[in-house]
């Protein structure tokens, strides 16, 4: 394996943002989902019935989970952008970061299967193969 040294000095913002704003968002997704949980059962050990509980549990929780989960998604994608102009002001600055990078090269072990011929062996409908050694 051979090391390489790469000077990163630039990023895209909106690749890092997008990064950041889908992290967020699944962790918004699981904080919503345990919080829906949550909700459901103070909600079936506060009614009589288990069916009223678990829909007024269940209801507003799915709608929940959604607007939480979008919301999550909206400030990590800002603060992602916002890390993005940061790297790249500190990037500019500093004269970039230097990252190592291993390449390996893989050998050969046996020789690569040859391709068949891609012609059909009948035609399909209205399809007529024509022969070289008859239509020469």
């Known amino acids: 394996m051979e090391k390489r040294e790469v000077r990163v000095t630039n990023i895209k913002v909106t690749s890092l943002a997008m990064f950041e704003g ?46 939480d989960t979008v919301i999550y998604f909206a400030i990590g994608w800002l603060i992602g952008a916002v890390h993005g102009l940061l790297f790249n002001a500190a990037t500019s600055w500093m004269g970039g970061i230097v990252v190592e990078r291993e390449e390996e090269r893989y050998r050969e072990a046996a020789p690569a299967p040859r391709m068949q011929s891609s012609r059909r062996a009948e035609p399909t409908f209205g399809e007529t193969i024509r022969r070289r050694d008859v239509d020469e």
């Open 22 to 67: 889908v992290l967020a968002a699944i962790v918004g997704f699981i904080v919503a989902v345990a919080a829906w949980l949550g909700l459901t059962f103070n909600y079936v050990a506060a009614t009589d019935s288990l069916l009223r509980g678990l829909l007024w549990g269940l209801a507003p929780g799915l709608l929940a989970v959604i607007v």
